[in-house]
């Protein structure tokens, strides 16, 4: 039996209900975790509760939010501590991925995903601050992007890169407040996201099957950041392709 290292404790995950949120989302239920789904469509909501709620979660809430509406987050955080009393973990998933080329990209289009990819996390981790108990962890899902990336998706791979920052900030002034705050970044995962990429079914970007990871995989390492096995971990940036970034 799976050691429950998240007994007792409550997360939220943002963008919970599909993708590497759901995965990370089962995965902390598996070990204990009462959940909390942030995610911004119904639909998917009411299809991953009882997904979650069967890999073992005590408790369940899916909370409809929009990560870049700063009341919506906040709304989200007063009814978790409603609910649970508590806030431990937020994964930091939710993203927003835009193919155009930078002399077609409006402001608009800039801040839509800045708004979702960066702003959205700064919000949660504001309310983190703010609520939780020395003890807390938070996980930012940036993206191989931070580092490496292709054309026609400037914006994402500007917040991606900026998230990196957001974590350092986060992790110096989390730790007098016993808050951790760590990255990953996912390369190449077996999700929507990655098969409806332009960029991939033009083939200017060619991914070998033996480099494309599951959500699972993701989500083993999230569990790990967010656990007290990870303790002395403050402020990492842990990559999560399979060594495709390796290679030259």
Excluded at 85 to 94: S, T
């Amino acid at each position: 039996m799976m050691k429950a290292r998240f007994q007792d404790k409550v997360a939220i995950i943002t963008g919970g209900a599909s993708g590497i949120g759901l995965a990370a989302a089962k995965r902390l239920a598996s070990e204990g975790a009462r959940i909390v789904l942030a995610d911004y469509k119904q639909t998917n909501l009411d299809a991953a509760v009882p997904a979650v709620t069967d890999a073992g979660a005590p408790a369940v809430w899916g909370s409809l939010c929009n990560v870049a509406v700063e009341a919506e987050v906040e709304a989200t955080v007063a009814g978790t501590l409603e609910r649970f009393g508590r806030l431990d973990v937020i994964v930091n998933n939710a993203g927003l991925m835009q193919f155009k080329p930078l002399e077609e990209l409006t402001g608009e289009d800039w801040l839509r995903i800045l708004n979702v990819d960066l702003l959205g996390a700064f919000y949660f981790t504001k309310q983190a601050f703010m609520h939780m108990a020395p003890g807390g962890n938070i996980v930012n899902v940036s993206s191989i992007h931070a580092v490496e990336t292709s054309p026609l998706v400037a914006p994402y791979a500007a917040a991606k890169a900026a998230l990196l920052s957001l974590t350092r900030s986060a992790s110096l002034e989390g730790k007098p407040k016993g808050i951790r705050t760590n990255v990953i970044l996912p390369g190449a995962i077996d999700t929507p996201m990655l098969w409806d990429n332009p960029n991939i079914k033009s083939g200017v970007e060619c991914i070998d099957k033996a480099n494309v990871g599951q959500p699972e995989d993701v989500a083993a390492t999230i569990a790990y950041l967010a656990s007290d096995d990870a303790h002395f971990v403050q402020g990492a940036e842990v990559r999560i392709d399979g060594g495709r970034l390796t290679r030259l």
